[in-house]
């Protein structure tokens, strides 16, 4: 009786172990909502990105997002607000660490382009490093640390932690926060892997 009972737990925990071997993919597409609360201005607007293993190690991915700032005012002028579009392309390179874990690098080309007198457009690059793992079958987080610059603005470090809960192996939903020098920017929305 003792000896059925474990062989029908270690069986019942194969589908789960054959899951949680699979580790984490880099092909998947995404959108939905994105929000900055910064020092100046807050911002709010919509997203989509994706992603797409060239290799084992090698993955593209990019994004597009459009944000609009608050109205604001200077004195008793209102004035409304700020349309700004971020694109976002670059190359990563991941190294399994575990079954379950990725050692993750990314490095990236970033346009701003701002509906402003003051400034049009600016061009840039970000890198960042950190950690992927699916923490159970239906769980994946990452913890990244990067450095961004462009034209514009004054190059920053910043940090991002993310996590996916996933429906299948198809389907899930995913929210991310990145934290740069006094601003926040979040996203979430659903996200369809393949």
């Known amino acids: 009786m003792k000896r059925s009972l474990i062989a029908l737990t270690l069986l019942a925990a194969l589908p789960f172990a054959a899951s949680a071997a699979d580790g984490v993919s880099y092909n998947y597409v995404e959108g939905g909502y994105i929000g900055t609360e910064g020092e100046d201005a807050d911002a709010d607007g919509w997203t989509v990105g994706g ?39 670059g190359v990563g390179y991941n190294h399994t660490l575990s079954p379950n874990a990725d050692l993750l690098t990314r490095v990236a080309y970033e346009k701003y382009d701002l509906d402003s007198p003051e400034a049009d457009s600016s061009d840039g690059y970000s890198v960042e490093a950190g950690v992927r793992g699916a923490m159970t079958p239906n769980f994946e987080g990452w913890a990244l640390a990067g450095y961004e610059d462009a034209e514009q603005f004054d190059g920053s470090f910043y940090g991002r932690l993310g996590a996916q809960v996933k429906f299948n192996q198809t389907w899930g939903i995913t929210g991310d926060v990145k934290f740069l020098e006094g601003d926040t920017q979040y996203f979430v929305g659903p996200r369809i892997s393949f």
């Open 51 to 89: 992603s797409f293993a060239v290799s084992e190690n090698f993955h593209l991915f990019g994004s597009y997002d459009g944000q609009k700032t608050d109205d604001f005012n200077i004195g008793p002028v209102e004035f409304d607000g700020v349309d700004v579009d971020h694109w976002r392309a």
